[in-house]
Nanobody, 129 residues
Framework: DVQLQASGGGLVQAGGSLRLSCAAS????????IGWFRQAPGKEREGVSC????????YYADSVKGRFTISRDNAKNTIYLQMDNLEPEDTAVYYC??????????????????????WGKGTQVTVSS
């Protein structure tokens, strides 16, 4: 079974940084996309960023573009979300997720959660003003 273990959340002041990690295991597919969603209290879940396993194509939501960076360490089967210049609006529970259809890592597919087949437990990020 695929397992996704997210970590790295916490409390930080506005303008600060955090790095989230998602350790993945149990993959049998070589071509997939993996990335992050977030959900703030009272709001719908938002697709934040994703990366394809082949070619390292990336997608970022406009709300985080230029501040967040997704990356991966293949040796550790781990992806990261480096979050810089954090804003109170970034406060949310962040979830790691995957899809076996790599093409869904796009402004169209990731936002609509097309093909998401595995979710990790969330990690809380709180940004104080």
């Amino acid at each position: 079974d695929v397992q996704l273990q997210a970590s790295g959340g916490g409390l930080v002041q506005a303008g600060g940084s955090l790095r989230l990690s998602c350790a993945a295991s149990g993959f049998t597919h070589e071509d997939y996309a993996i990335g992050w969603f977030r959900q703030a209290p009272g709001k719908e879940r938002e697709g934040v960023s994703c990366m394809t396993s082949v070619g390292s194509h990336t997608y970022y939501a406009d709300s985080v573009k230029g501040r967040f960076t997704i990356s991966r360490d293949n040796a550790k089967n781990t992806i990261y979300l480096q979050m810089d210049n954090l804003e109170p609006e970034d406060t949310a529970v962040y979830y790691c997720a995957t899809t076996y259809v790599a093409q869904h890592c796009s402004a169209f597919g990731w936002v609509r959660e097309y093909g998401i087949n595995h979710w990790g437990k969330g990690t809380q990020v709180t940004v104080s003003s």
